[in-house]
């Protein structure tokens, strides 16, 4: 990997109920393989950072509710991947439509 | 090879001696990873009561069949013996192509499924849902 080139870096607040748990894990790693790109998340900008597309090291990250993303990324389309991420993240997975209309 | 096009994806069999639970997790594989994977599953022995079942596993397999493989997730030992029964008796082209893993059978479904969802090889699949069990 070119780890030698300045990656495209880029946070997005975790907001959604359940955090990053075991669904939001799974869309969050399908969407980081649909790119080529070289694609890490963290918690901190000191790390650990771990593989956006591993569905077992995303989910193990635990992430609550309110929680600050971080990713990084390197590759021909870095730029688009942690853009598409950040705006999965910032839907809030998609999920939360349903459950405010449960509740209302 | 389109990487991308479900029918070259890995496929996932669940094997377990309940067919509650091998349709349960099933359903979880469907709603939390989608339809790119191939999905089979089979449970409970050919009386309808717990258990598994050769035949029915060896049925599975070929529902889920694709060019990339298939691994199959499994729960307790004769879920595991009678899979891997299953597989001697493909014939050697598929046999090759066949993982019975080592991870827990829903947790394991499904981050295979989700590994498979983006076109990973049978090999990465496999190790992928091996990486669940404690180390």
Redesign the interface.
């Known amino acids: 990997m070119t780890v030698s080139e300045t990656p495209v870096i880029a946070s997005a607040l975790l907001t959604n109920e359940v955090g990053l748990h075991?669904?939001p894990a799974?869309k969050l790693?399908?969407l980081a393989?649909?790119f080529g790109a070289t694609v890490e998340l963290a918690l901190e900008p000191d790390g650990p950072w771990v593989d956006a597309?591993?569905?077992?090291?995303i989910m193990r990250v635990k992430a609550p509710k309110g929680a600050l993303l971080l990713f990084r990324a390197w590759g021909g389309d870095a730029d688009a991947a942690v853009g598409a991420l950040v705006d999965l993240v910032e839907r809030r997975f998609d999920e939360d439509a349903g459950e405010e209309a449960d509740r209302a | 090879m389109n990487r991308r096009a479900s029918s070259k994806n890995v496929g996932v069999v669940i094997v377990s001696h309940s067919s509650k639970v091998a349709e349960g997790a099933a359903d979880m594989v469907r709603?939390?990873?989608?339809d790119a994977v191939p999905l089979a599953f089979t449970g409970g022995n050919a009386d309808g009561g717990l258990g598994t079942d050769v035949a029915a596993i060896l049925a599975a397999i070929d529902r889920a069949w694709t060019p990339a493989g298939v691994v199959i997730l499994v729960d307790l030992g004769g879920a595991e013996t009678n899979s891997e029964m299953a597989v001697e008796m493909l014939d050697d082209k598929r046999r090759s192509h066949v993982a019975v893993c080592n991870a827990p059978i829903v947790e394991g479904a499904?981050?295979a499924a989700?590994?498979a969802?983006?076109?990973?090889p049978l090999a990465t699949v496999k190790r992928?849902a091996e990486?669940?069990s404690p180390q």
């Open positions: 075991a669904r799974v790693t399908q393989k649909s597309k591993s569905p077992v090291r | 709603q939390m990873v989608g499904v981050i989700t590994e969802s983006g076109g990973s992928t990486e669940l």
